[in-house]
């Protein structure tokens, strides 16, 4: 898998862009010189975008590796930017299935994942000594600290299923952003040439559904 932008080598991406450049097309390393470096700096900017806004958001659920996105240039007529599905997701909102949040996307027959929510509510410390809100009952007096976080996982999940939930907005608008900024800063309609691998766990490209 691609590393993420920041982690990787610029120069080996630059060596590697330029080799597979040479091969195929003859031309001169020189050539390409000011182009790879202003590419990189614009995708960098896009994902330091996208990163500071999801990192704006107070207070919801974020499941999946939402801050993951890396860049793989192919050649100077192929660029691409993978991700995983839910930095989609949660900028567009997902439809439940009883509620309808206005996203072209939404539940069928497949609900949320329960790990990431039992991780968030173990990062919330929802379930503890110190936080008594959950489970008061005393029906509840025999369960474990570890079955009552299963319980509420689950509880969360059939919601989320259900009512869906409003997007944050933060993709489209920076996708669009980064088009116009390699189509004025590099070349025209170099925008047209980026791919966007945003996967979900079915292998679907969930970018391209708008």
Known sequence: MAKSLKQASKKAQFNNLIDNLVATVGEDKGAFSFNMNMLEQIVAEFIERVKTEINSINDFLVTGSIEELSIKVNNMNEIELLGFAH???????VN???????????YGQYKPPVAPILEWIENRQLISA?????FKDEV??????TEKKTQLAYAIRSKIYKKGFQGK????KNVD???QELNTRIQAN????????IFNKYGDNVH???
């Open 87 to 93: 930095i989609v997701y949660v900028s567009r909102g």
């Open 169 to 172: 907005g933060y993709w489209d």
């Open 208 to 210: 391209k559904k708008q």
């Open 130 to 134: 110190n936080n008594g809100k959950f």
């Open 190 to 197: 170099l925008s047209s040439q980026v791919r966007f691998r």
């Open 96 to 106: 439940g299935v009883e509620q309808n949040n206005g996203s072209v996307h939404s």
């Open 140 to 145: 509840f007096s025999d369960m474990t600290d």
């Open 177 to 179: 952003w980064l088009k």
